[in-house]
């Protein structure tokens, strides 16, 4: 995953042609812990996307621009538009996550 670290680079990086994945987390959060521990195998199965991550703490008005109200989530954007949004209460397992971006890519 590219980390975006300003304003400017994510909205950049939402605005392509292509659908792009853009995990928010931060660095305190042990739930974003236990989903470093099992996304890996996820990026690489949606590796024809390109995958991003957010501190949550580092870009406060993209999180509220987005409504990120917890962490770890995870949004799908494309020409500029979230396609769709995976709040933190169903990020809490691989399947979550995969059941996730089966049907956003189906």
Same mark, same amino acid.
């Given at each position: 995953?590219?980390?975006?670290?300003?304003?400017?680079?994510?909205?950049?990086?939402?605005?392509?042609?292509?659908?792009?994945?853009?995990?928010?987390?931060?660095?305190?959060?042990?739930?974003?812990?236990?989903?470093?521990?099992?996304?890996?195998?996820?990026?690489?199965?949606?590796?024809?996307? !390109?995958?991003?991550?957010?501190?949550?703490? !580092?870009?406060?008005?993209?999180?509220?621009?987005?409504?990120?109200?917890?962490?770890?989530?995870?949004?799908?954007?494309?020409?500029?538009?979230?396609?769709?949004?995976?709040?933190?209460?169903?990020?809490?397992?691989? !399947?979550?996550? !995969?059941?996730?971006?089966?049907?956003?890519?189906?």
């Amino acid at each position: 995953m590219k980390a975006i670290h300003s304003t400017d680079a994510f909205n950049q990086a939402i605005n392509s042609d292509n659908p792009v994945i853009v995990k928010f987390e931060a660095d305190w959060c042990p739930d974003c812990k236990a989903m470093d521990m099992w996304i890996d195998p996820i990026v690489e199965k949606y590796n024809d996307y !390109e995958w991003y991550v957010v501190d949550r703490d !580092e870009l406060e008005d993209v999180v509220t621009a987005n409504d990120v109200m917890g962490i770890p989530s995870i949004l799908v954007f494309k020409n500029g538009e979230k396609l769709s949004h995976l709040h933190s209460a169903n990020a809490k397992s691989p !399947e979550q996550v !995969e059941d996730f971006l089966a049907d956003t890519f189906k």
